[in-house]
């Protein structure tokens, strides 16, 4: 199972790094804008900077929603770095952008996927990643985590390479349903990862080890 952070935060992305459990990032513009990054130019650097960070996988997001527009911008986004997956919305250009980056061997990631019908369609394409976003679905009283399961017993059934990276993920216990389920990636913020390494028992434990060696010396 990958672990991706969902952040285009450095400094978070560093920390995860470090943690030396991370398997990549994903980004999209409204992360990008909540860390102030605007303009192009700007956001080719950030991108650049990320890279620099991480050696898994670093999902970057097309602007264009016609077919020849993202086809432009996700070669340009490619040729960054290998490292740079071509993220494209779940459009009927993007499914056709997706095909062609397919063919070419440009990794993608087809995302804003809330149904299993688009996750379907995202695998006849050949994404190499596609994204449903769980925690979107629970916001509405519907089921996420069921979706993951869905796709999950789909793909299974045609043996479909492309990888599930549930995305929107919120918190802990979405990772660890996620784990369950079989998704192959989660993508979410650092507090929900961090969130794993938490059990009172372990502070507890510890806290006793350490009093008890102290006594002894
Ligand atoms: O990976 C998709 C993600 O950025 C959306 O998360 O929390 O805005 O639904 P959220």
Redesign the pocket.
Known sequence: MKFFI?TANLDQIREAQALGILDGV?T?P??MAKEGITGKENIINHYRAICEIVDGDVSAEVIATDFEGMIQEGEALASLNPQIVVKIPMIKDGIKACKYFSEKGIKTNV?LIFSSGQALLAAKAGATYM?P?V??LDDISTDGLGLISEIRLIYDNYGFKTQILA??V?HTMHIMDCAKIGADVI?GPLSAIEGLLKHPLTDIGLAQFLSDYKKGN
């Open positions: 969902d994903t999209n409204s992360l995302t994204s976003f925690g979107r995305a929107s919120r993508t």
